[in-house]
Nanobody, 123 residues
Framework: VQLVESGGGLVQAGGSLRLSCAGSGLTFSLYTMGWFRQAPGKEREFVAAIRLRSTRTEYADSVKGRFAISRDIAKNTVNLQMNGLKPEDTAVYYC?????????????????WGQGTQVTVSS
């Protein structure tokens, strides 16, 4: 199983980025797919998730209304559209896959992780 993130980069505050996560060895529609992020000196935190066999999504309060997670079943990818970016969104963003039907905000609910992609938002 391999998850590979892409789409990170440097953007000015107020700008947008679209992250993608491509997977091999697992079918995304059968897993809860999540995005987490980790800023320097901080713990990895939940950003967004889309539940397995569903289109139900959940978001951290800090990104609600600005970020949108989606799943492309045909391409076996999951995307994170990030709009209205703020300097505090600067972090390494990780894609994760898990079979959880419960609290998708918990890191322990995910079995597979990507290597991460850096997002830097300048003020």
């Amino acid at each position: 199983v391999q998850l590979v993130e892409s789409g990170g980069g440097l953007v000015q505050a107020g700008g947008s980025l679209r992250l993608s996560c491509a997977g091999s060895g697992l079918t995304f529609s059968l897993y809860t797919m999540g995005w987490f992020r980790q800023a320097p000196g901080k713990e990895r935190e939940f950003v967004a998730a889309i539940r397995l066999r569903s289109t139900r999504t959940e978001y951290a309060d800090s990104v609600k209304g600005r970020f949108a997670i989606s799943r492309d079943i045909a391409k076996n990818t999951v995307n994170l559209q990030m709009n209205g970016l703020k300097p505090e969104d600067t972090a390494v963003y990780y894609c994760a896959a898990g079979s959880s039907r419960y609290d998708v905000r918990l890191r322990a609910e995910y079995d597979y992780w990507g290597q991460g992609t850096q997002v830097t938002v300048s003020s």
